[in-house]
């Protein structure tokens, strides 16, 4: 089976992240990235589904098998959910297995922030080299004639003209491509408050 998506976004779907990359970043990401490139299999993995339990679901672990690189949103909500961070540990266990760097690109795991960068587990601050998102956080889908949406409209492009490299750069799809289970215990940051 070889890669379905050129991308996998993952995002906590609960809190105003969660209305932000439904009704903003996921619907930029869609529309412009196929202007950067033709897409060399399927734009975009996205999943709304809200997830409960103990284990990663069937089409989330299907989507990460089948994406050849990984957008993830952070935000101290995205290191306090055990999905997002085992859809993160899913692709970084995929860099190790291909000895693909961390910190520079193209790799596999493209990090976005979102918000408060500083509070991120030490890990994600060694990985995180790409785009910051934050001053767009307070936008909303209704605010069409906000300076900062053509902005952030901008700041998706330069996004999605590194996602083409990085997508490219992709190592061949693989049967053994690893999914790592959700964990019950969180990577601690310094300001929990902030959820």
Request: with cysteine; charged share 25%; aromatic share 12%.
């Amino acid at each position: 089976m070889p890669y379905e998506y050129d991308i996998f976004l993952s995002y906590p779907r609960a809190g105003a992240i969660g209305d932000w990359v439904r009704d903003l970043f996921h619907p930029e990401l869609v529309k412009r990235y196929p202007d950067c490139c033709t897409p060399r299999f399927g734009p975009v993995f996205f999943d709304q589904e809200m997830e409960r339990g103990g284990s990663l679901p069937d089409r989330l672990a299907h989507g990460l098998r089948s994406s050849a690189v990984i957008v993830t949103v952070w935000s101290p909500r995205y290191f306090a959910s055990d999905w997002c961070t085992a859809e993160w540990q899913s692709m970084r266990a995929r860099e190790r297995l291909f000895g693909r760097p961390v910190g520079q690109g193209p790799a596999i795991v493209y990090p976005v922030v979102y918000g408060d960068g500083d509070d991120f587990p030490l890990e994600a601050r060694e990985t995180l080299q790409q785009r910051c998102f934050r001053r767009f956080a307070h936008l909303a889908k209704d605010a069409p004639g906000d300076v900062a949406l053509t902005e952030l409209r901008g700041e998706v492009v330069k996004l999605c003209e590194d996602l083409a490299r990085w997508v490219a750069a992709a190592p061949d799809w693989q049967a053994n491509l690893p999914v790592e289970p959700p964990s019950t215990t969180h990577q601690p940051w310094r300001n929990p408050s902030r959820l």
